[in-house]
């Protein structure tokens, strides 16, 4: 009954949201307004609460997994290839992951994603998007990244920040067997993409200088999130390819942590 009454305030902050100025563009979470804050927390409690709710379900993250999911979002990102001479236009879904360098902060403007996630992303003109779990939405411009499936990760920053980020760990971080991995997969329907798909499993190899293991994760994961279960829920990875049967390959955050961190050193990034 609760759920059922947090969803209708839900739509009704989705109703005043659409109703709102034509001429003010920001549909979106903002600090300065209370009211899209108050909003944006009720969508994340509805969250959490259908979570809680759905204990028998095998892609139900437990306990304090639940807060740490809600930094994974989808990534749309609007691709481009040429066939027969042609240009053929179409939509890539993958995942990305909200992160923060800072302990202790709410906010950030910082995802990262897969770098094959953008490999045909040519036209730029239309822009990346990043969407949360509570359906906001914001813009996003690729920072950097690998440059190749060798180096398979993406850094990017969003128009405008967003809460609850995962916080990277310190470059030096132990790293356990077991893990919990969470991404979209690409035909989730409007229902389920309110709840990433969560894999609990093990590390069972290696994969070059990537880490095999036997989450299983479909299409559209890629991007997704890396965490150590044993670990207090740490960031560990981002999420490359699959089989979407047995295992999933991840880079590990050891392999780009040096260089996301001496661009943040020398950016003025939030």
């Known amino acids: 009954m609760l759920i059922k009454v947090m969803a209708l305030a839900a739509l009704e902050c989705v109703f005043l949201s659409s109703t709102r100025d034509s001429n003010d563009k920001s549909m979106f979470f ?18 959490l609460a259908v979570i809680a709710t759905s204990a028998g379900n095998a892609q139900t993250p437990p306990g304090g997994s639940a807060a740490i999911v809600l930094s994974v979002g989808k990534l749309h990102v609007p691709g481009q290839r040429y066939e027969n001479g042609y240009a053929r236009h179409y939509d890539e879904s993958c995942s990305a992951t909200l992160i923060s360098d800072e302990p202790g902060a709410q906010l950030s403007a910082l995802i990262i994603s897969a770098w094959h996630c953008m490999e045909f992303y040519r036209d730029t003109s239309k822009p990346l998007t990043f969407e949360t779990p509570s359906g906001e939405i914001r ?3 690729l920072i950097t990244s690998g440059g190749s499936m060798y180096s398979d990760w993406a850094l990017l920053r969003l128009d405008a920040p967003l809460p609850a980020p995962a916080i990277l760990p310190p470059e030096q971080s132990e790293i356990t067997e077991a893990l919990l991995m969470a991404g979209y997969p690409r035909s989730a329907s409007s229902r389920a993409r309110l709840r990433p798909t969560v894999s609990h499993c093990q590390i069972t190899g290696v994969d070059g200088a990537d880490t095999r293991s036997d989450c299983v994760l479909q299409k559209g994961a890629s ?12 960031y560990v990875g981002v999420i490359s390819r699959g089989d979407g049967e047995s295992q999933s390959i991840y880079v590990p955050l050891a392999r780009f942590r040096a260089k996301i961190s001496a661009y943040l050193e020398s950016s003025a990034l939030p």
Not at 38 to 46: D, E, P, Q, V, Y
């Open 223 to 234: 991007g997704g999130a890396v965490f150590s279960a044993d670990n207090n829920l740490q």
């Open 139 to 141: 813009n996003a411009n």
């Open 30 to 47: 903002s600090p300065s307004e209370p009211s899209q804050q108050f909003c944006h927390r009720l969508w994340i409690a509805l969250l």
